[in-house]
């Protein structure tokens, strides 16, 4: 069975660099792509970007490129999306999806980790 | 980028009517559509993909139809846990977009 187990939640003041993981089982983590949504509070769903373990070959939604950089692990089948210096406006619930190679649908998802950034 | 546009915004309909969702793409994407329903405080679920196909687990009431900039989501008969909102997505080519959602309430 497909597993996304996302880190927990966080809070961090503007400014502050961020790291959060998204660790994957059930299935061949670099046959698959792995994206992340962003979810702000009482809003819609954000594609961010989308990442293929295997060669870590990576596409942003034009949004965030710059703002993020999403990464991989291979070695321990984990997907990263990062952040070096957050802003108030970064808070949301992100969470990271899979899909298949040639069909770039979300079939699984993780939990979500709420983010938080306040002064 | 491709926008998809999602109507109505807020859908109310009563338990055991049928309830129609559209979702228009700023150009084509083929048959590239997937929907999600998303509860408060859950998970998306996927519920459709390839346009019309369901996913594992989504229940027969849901059904999906169109190609190129029209789709619609149909639920046949609502029932009390299809409440929240729907989303659609195309996987045409990058950047790949979201809908701004639509929000089913229990009349």
């Known amino acids: 069975e497909v597993h996304l187990v996302q880190s927990g939640a966080e809070v961090k003041k503007p400014g502050e660099s961020l790291n959060i993981s998204c660790k994957a089982s059930?299935?061949?983590?670099?046959?698959?792509?792995i994206a992340w949504v962003r979810q702000m509070p009482g809003k819609g769903l954000e594609w961010m970007g989308i990442i293929y373990p295997s060669d870590s070959n990576t596409k942003y939604s034009p949004s965030f490129e710059g703002q993020v950089t999403i990464s991989v692990d291979k070695s321990i089948s984990t997907a990263y999306l990062q952040w070096s210096s957050l802003k108030a406006s970064d808070t949301a619930m992100y969470y990271c999806a899979t899909a298949f190679i040639s069909r770039c649908y979300f079939h699984s998802w993780g939990q979500g980790t709420p983010v938080t950034v306040s002064s | 980028e491709i926008v998809m546009t999602q109507s109505p915004v807020t859908l109310s309909v009563s338990p055991g009517e049928r309830a129609t969702l559209s979702c228009r793409a700023s150009q084509s994407v083929s048959g590239n559509l997937a929907w999600y329903h998303q509860k408060p405080g859950q998970t998306p679920r996927l519920l459709i993909y390839g346009a019309s196909t369901r996913a594992t687990g989504a229940p027969a009431r849901f059904s999906g139809s169109g190609s190129g900039t029209e789709f619609t989501l149909t639920i046949s008969s609502l029932q009390s846990e299809d409440f929240g909102v729907y989303y659609c997505?195309?996987?045409?080519?990058?950047?790949?977009?979201f809908g701004g959602g639509t929000k089913v309430e229990i009349k």
């Open positions: 059930g299935f061949t983590f670099t046959d698959s792509w």
């Open positions: 997505q195309h996987y045409d080519y990058w950047p790949l977009t």
